[in-house]
């Protein structure tokens, strides 16, 4: 018999998430190497959350299984004149407990970003992954992403 598939509750973050999502960030390789869970938080963090929950263009969510948080993401308006002024959406940070990987809790949290850039009105939706991230970008294909773009980034001295 098939386990049964675990629905999520999926929320705006409030300031007392940031520990756990900044926990869930730090809980894969990459993250490892530039997020600090440990507490007290580095204030950064807060200050971050701060200005997120005041552009009417973010949403910061979290997800919650049995009142535990194992997920998160983030979602961007773009406005731009682009494909006649189309407003597109922008995921990011998508985050999913590394013990709960593999589970559908993933393909949750995306439907749900999908849906809400969706009723926004944007025209699509698009999101980034790290080149080395090689299970995650599968994990898109699975659910119909096309690899459209090469990405680029610049960092800034002492900006990492």
């Known amino acids: 018999m098939a386990p049964v598939p675990v629905i999520l509750s999926i929320r705006p973050a409030t300031l007392a998430d940031v520990p756990a999502i900044v926990a869930l960030m730090a809980d894969d390789h990459n993250g490892a190497t530039r997020e600090d869970p440990s507490l007290p938080l580095d204030p950064a963090y807060d200050a971050a959350f701060h200005q997120i929950a005041a552009d009417p263009h973010q949403t910061l969510v979290v997800a919650e299984q049995d009142g535990r948080i194992v997920g998160t993401l983030q979602v961007t308006l773009i406005p731009g004149l682009a ?3 189309a407003l597109r959406g922008q995921i990011e940070s998508v ?17 749900w970003a999908v849906e809400h850039c969706r009723a926004a009105g944007c025209r699509f939706v698009q999101l980034t992954s790290q080149a080395n991230r090689r299970d995650a970008h599968r994990f898109y294909e699975r659910l119909g992403w ?15």
């Open 83 to 85: 494909f006649k002024g």
């Open 95 to 111: 985050r999913v407990a590394s013990g709960l990987r593999g589970q559908g809790l993933g393909k949750q949290l995306i439907d």
């Open 146 to 160: 096309d690899q459209s773009h090469l990405g680029f980034k610049l960092h800034f001295e002492g900006q990492h």
